[in-house]
């Protein structure tokens, strides 16, 4: 196999609409199964299953050390830095198996539940699936060709789904996410290895002195930015307990809804097309600001009706044991519009080569999340979400500075790229409160109220900001049938 020395052929248009497949359908499976599960198994269950996802999240940053960004950001590549890199990452699944296998008691002893151990030493033996995988999507992702990512983690989510439900009907218990996790990985890797055709592993190691420097780099800021946005669910596990973090992980999975289905749909195609940009500021700064718009129209609204409407919302989706996530859902639903809207501002600057300023911004990001859960926790799980939430917000306008730093947008620009779905979110909320104080019973608020909340909010885009709504809708059709 021979690498390409230049990004592929594949446009951003059909980039982003096999990107947004991917993501859509995966996070679809996904976040349907851990309903099924949360229903089969109950709060006290789920936080193995809570606790067990933390670490397959952090796999992932080991597992590869920044090297497969490294591949697509990179303007060239030998022939042989895929296979190396390939060939790190197997070696790495293997030692960090083997490093989960000694661990996993002394986790268990951390989160106070002996059940934890048996599933992290099942999901450490089966890393390697998840390493082969890693390459040939960044090949994939580099060439701007996500035909084969989005059927790979399309069909892998749905496999892992099936599996995770039977095996928690046949009485698995949290050993069912094992089930779950093994059976997408499975799938993920030999749909990815085949459209790849590998690249099969080599030992020219010399190629990773290339790679190694950015690729640290990005793994520094990776690993500072998982510790800050997992550093809630430790410390709720580990304090409040597994049963408290049932309740804080379900309303979390919500704030990241936004976050994997539609700021990480656009970012993966922006990186690499930004990359591209990188030495022209008035097009990185044009594209950026049709990207936050395209954020902010998706993900503020619906945010905003899983803030208002989550009492309800809890009740009839997950039953009535699960209503005291009720109100850290409508805490983490602001949060997740805010982190859903500034998200891009990461690969932007992973894309400019600015990797120093954004270890700079997550060290910076980590010191005021972790303050605020901290302070936070001596209120419960609300107070946890809270803290999260208010330095979210205070590290707002420093992603703006950096944006303007990189781009040359001006305040005004960005906050006009923001300001129509934040105003529409606000009136339709207003419309759902007044349904709720109207009308009784959850199905029935929550059907009302979601409608009424639609067509208030419709009306105040198509109303007070129809020029910037039709330009974002008309952009997502023509992203959606191949002609931007």
């Keep these: 196999m021979t690498a390409a020395t230049r990004p592929g052929p594949g446009t951003t248009s059909a980039a982003v609409r096999w990107n947004s497949l991917a993501v859509v359908g995966k996070q679809f499976f996904m976040f349907g199964v851990s309903i099924v599960l949360a229903r089969l198994l109950g709060p006290e269950t789920y936080g193995v299953v809570s606790a067990a996802m933390i670490y397959v999240t952090f796999t992932m940053l080991l597992l590869d050390q920044g090297l497969a960004a490294a591949l697509v950001q990179r303007p060239e590549l030998s022939r042989w830095a895929p296979g190396v890199v390939a060939t790190a990452n197997l070696v790495s699944a293997v030692l960090l198996g083997v490093v989960t296998w000694l661990v996993a008691p002394f986790v268990a002893d951390f989160f106070h539940d002996d059940r934890l151990a048996p599933v992290l030493q099942m999901l450490g033996a089966a890393l390697w699936l998840k390493a082969l995988a890693i390459v040939p999507r960044a090949m994939q992702q580099r060439a701007l060709t996500f035909r084969a990512i989005a059927m790979a983690d399309v069909v892998g989510a749905f496999v892992g789904a099936a599996a995770g439900v039977a095996a928690a009907l046949l009485g698995a218990g949290p050993a069912a996410v094992v089930a779950m996790v093994v059976a997408t990985d499975v799938v993920v890797a030999a749909v990815l290895l085949r459209a790849e055709r590998g690249p099969a592993p080599n030992l020219h190691l010399r190629e990773l002195r290339e790679l190694l420097p950015f690729g640290a780099r990005v793994m520094a800021t990776n690993g500072i930015a998982y ?232 009306g105040v885009l198509l109303g007070i900001h129809r020029r910037s709504t039709v330009e974002g809708v008309a952009r997502l059709r023509r992203l959606a049938t191949g002609k931007a």
């Design 227 to 458: 510790f800050s946005r997992n550093v809630d669910n430790i410390l709720v596990g580990r304090v409040l307990g597994l049963a408290s973090l049932s309740f804080y992980g379900m309303a979390y999975r919500v704030l990241v809804i936004p976050v994997q289905l539609i700021a990480q749909t656009v970012s993966r195609v922006m990186f690499p097309v930004f990359s591209r940009l990188a030495d022209r500021r008035d097009l990185l700064a044009e594209n950026l600001v049709r990207t936050t718009q395209l954020l902010a129209l998706l993900a503020v609204p619906l945010m905003g009706l899983a803030a208002v409407g989550a009492h309800e919302l809890v009740d009839v989706v997950l039953g009535e044991e699960w209503l005291p996530s009720a109100s850290l859902l409508t805490v983490l639903a602001v949060a997740g519009a805010r982190e859903t809207v500034l998200y891009v501002t990461s690969p932007l600057m992973k894309a400019t080569g600015e990797v120093k300023l954004l270890l700079r911004y997550e060290l910076l990001a980590t010191v005021l999340q972790v303050g605020g859960i901290v302070v936070g926790l001596l209120g419960g799980t609300l107070g946890v979400a809270v803290g999260y939430t208010v330095a979210g917000f205070v590290l707002t306008p420093v992603l703006l500075l950096v944006q303007r730093r990189l781009t040359g947008l001006t305040g005004g620009q960005q906050a006009r790229a923001i300001l129509p779905p934040v105003h529409a979110a606000l009136w339709g909320a207003a419309a759902y409160v007044l349904v709720a104080r109207l009308l009784d019973g959850s199905l029935l608020v929550l059907a009302v109220g979601a409608a009424a909340y639609l067509a208030v909010a419709a």
